[in-house]
């Protein structure tokens, strides 16, 4: 085993920076913490809370600090591409927010330069980590439900929390932005041997085209996969805003030829009502009277620590680092298979007709 300390950058000091930065701040092995944001204000409060040593509006700044060693990059979306490529170039590993990018072409150009420079990139499909998934994925591995031949998976969330990504990046749409985990999962439950070559979608417009975004309230797809597997998947964030998610609610199905397995992970069996109100992590001017305790996405702070899929990603990954040992991150090509599927449904709720993969 390898044991060596760390130098971390966090690029982006969002919800989810600021989350990866706090977390980093914990970990043994981090010996250098370094925060960039484009707003200087919000890169200094957040290296104030969790104690960074330098920070900086200037992304490539702070990747090149000769102390760093492996990059977050926690920027919006759209954003992606110039921070990793940086630091792919500087040899420096990153692990970036999914989905990889929201284009193919951004996509491909990080892929080229990782190509180039022999680096190594992982993309943060936290819901990899979440423990009910990773039970799944241990029963595939023994082969309990034998072939797979089918599953859906679907999930809801409000409009509070889509109205907050849709403002962010208007292009993050919930078919882009979420229910790429959901594609994420079956592929990997899949284990990568076969992969989507047709999809059918539909889509139905309403709360959020009203607003001025072109994001589809409700969106379901057929995905039939390469070894015959036929997927179904679905979702909708634009239920109403004071519905007591705090995050995703999902639950999925798998069908093999000797067995099946149901996760049910709409959290509503842990429920809170507060005359006081419950804050909504994502959106923290949003507050609601009854909360399903455990939905939010990325996990919750408790007892001083945080708990939860991003926490358990981000600590394997930084163990990885440091110890040589492999994880269940999702590579960069399955990420852009991820991508690539999630703009095929697009594509076919828009055309009405099906839509072959690859492009």
Known sequence: ?????????????????????????????????????QDISKAKALAETCGADFYSADNDEVIARPEVTAVFVSTPEGEHAAPIKKALELGKPVLVE?????????ADDILATLQATGGKLNVGYSRRFKECYLRAKEQIIHERLGKIIGGTARVYNSRAQAFSILKRDPHATPVLDVLTYYVDLMCWFLDGTSKPVEVVARGQS?????????????????????????????????????YPTLGQSDRLELLGLEGTMIIDDDHMDHILFSDRGIPHAYVPDHAVNMAFIGSNTAGDWACGDFWGSLGNETRSWLDSLVTGSPTVHTTPLQARMNLETTIAIERAVASGQSVRLPF
Not at 98 to 106: H, M, V
Not at 213 to 226: C, E, K, Q
Request: aromatic share 8%.
């Open 206 to 242: 309403g709360v959020f085209k009203a607003a001025g975004y072109s994001a589809d309230d409700v969106t379901w797809a057929i995905i039939t996969f390469s070894d015959g597997a036929v997927i179904n998947l679905g979702i909708s964030y634009a239920l109403p805003a004071r």
């Open 1 to 37: 085993m390898q044991h060596k300390q760390l130098g971390i950058a966090v690029i982006g000091a969002g919800r989810i920076g600021t989350l990866r930065a706090r977390l980093a701040a914990k970990h043994p092995s981090v010996q250098f913490l370094a925060i960039a944001d």
């Open 98 to 106: 999914k989905p990889l990018a929201l284009t193919l072409e951004d």
